[in-house]
């Protein structure tokens, strides 16, 4: 048997028996938040050691069957992706740069000992489920249609090795707005916590990285912080990045820093991104080390004017104050700076269908 590797790939279609009412789908548009409600379908594919990838299909959203058994509820053989569906001032429906997504799912694969997706065959998974569930698009500001690949270990066993089944499927959810504070600017609080070591998954978008956040990120919101901010494992004094963001520091003279991809950060597609619309700009881009005692001294002394966040959830965040047991810093002003709003204004058109698309980035849907 041919894989979907190997053969032209061919998806399945069972239309949602009883899809959301227009009224119910409305009623979560006019206000979607962030990852509260589900499209009516999903996408599944499976990959077994005797046929790889097989099984392609659009199905109702609805509860997967697992094995009590099953790897990934012992082992936690899971990673996941995240990006968006965007719609363009001509109707159609786009994504962005799906293909780096792609890359990333297939590294962290790697890491965790699962197969490799081809990435052909996970961009026509996206875009199945977008062409299914497009009218579930929220028209709010900054409203999109946020994806959510991922792939599980399915084999039924005891035993520490990696699984010989898995599942990937695709989940799509009406999203508005991440952060709900309304705040111009984050908080920060420095966990005394780190997210990830050298050697270790860091690099890898796995469960287990987020499972590890959650109590430094619970600790944060406790003290009236947003966001939760990771330092080094090996010296605790290098800044890493925020418990799903990558960060960037702008400094006096236009320069933007951000923390260099050496195995224990995620590399972000919106980083890789924004790395490049400076570039375009003509700004100065280093990827080097900065330190929390640094970063504190340049935001006391002005040579630090705007430090941001990004992701693809929340795209570009500004970043107002960071606090740590030894007290609490400001950034410039505390509010949002001049090169984040700009950065952030340059990279949603883009991917809005608003301004030209120098590197081919938009994959449009039709």
Not at 121 to 127: D, G, H, K, T
Not at 180 to 205: M, N
């Amino acid at each position: 048997m041919a894989s979907l590797a190997e053969a032209p790939t061919r998806f399945t279609h069972t239309a949602n028996p009883a899809p959301r009412s227009a009224e119910a789908r409305a009623a979560v548009l006019a206000n979607p938040g962030f990852g509260n409600a589900f499209t009516d379908h999903m996408v599944t594919i499976d990959w077994t050691e005797d046929h790889g990838w097989h099984g392609a299909a659009v199905v109702p959203y609805g509860p997967i069957m697992l094995d009590p058994a099953a790897s990934v509820l012992h082992y936690a053989q899971e990673i996941f992706e995240g990006l968006k569906a965007y719609r363009h001032p001509d109707g159609s429906m786009a994504l962005f740069r799906p293909d780096a997504n792609a890359a990333r799912l297939n590294a962290s694969a790697q890491r965790l000992a699962m197969p490799q997706l081809p990435p052909e065959l996970f961009i026509a998974a996206v875009e199945e489920l977008v062409a299914a569930d497009r009218a579930w698009f929220p028209e709010v500001e900054g409203g999109s249609i946020y994806l959510r690949p991922f792939m599980i270990a399915t084999e039924a066993f005891l035993g520490v090795r990696p699984a010989k089944s898995y599942k990937f499927i695709v989940i799509a959810s009406p999203a508005g707005n991440y952060f709900k504070s309304g705040a111009p600017a984050v908080s920060l609080w420095v966990s005394d916590y780190t997210r990830a070591a050298p050697g270790g998954t860091g690099a890898a978008k796995c469960g287990g990285n987020y499972a590890a956040s959650l109590v430094p990120t619970k600790e944060a919101f406790a003290r009236g912080h947003d966001q939760v901010l990771f330092l080094d494992a090996a010296e605790h004094k290098w800044v890493e990045e925020l418990g799903g963001m990558n960060l960037f520091f702008v400094f006096a003279d236009g320069t933007l820093l951000t923390p260099p991809l050496t195995g224990t950060i995620l590399p972000g597609v919106t980083r890789d991104s924004l790395i490049k619309l400076a570039r375009d700009e003509g700004l100065t881009v280093r990827e080097d080390r900065y330190s929390l005692d640094q970063w504190r001294a340049d935001a006391a002394s002005g040579n630090l004017f705007e430090v941001f966040a990004c992701g693809t959830a929340a795209v570009v965040t500004p970043v107002g104050t960071v606090a740590d047991r030894d007290g609490e810093f400001t950034i410039g002003s505390g509010g949002p700076g001049q090169l984040t709003g700009k950065l952030k204004a340059r990279l949603t058109a883009i991917q809005r269908g608003e301004a030209p698309d120098p590197h081919g980035w938009v994959v449009r849907l039709g």
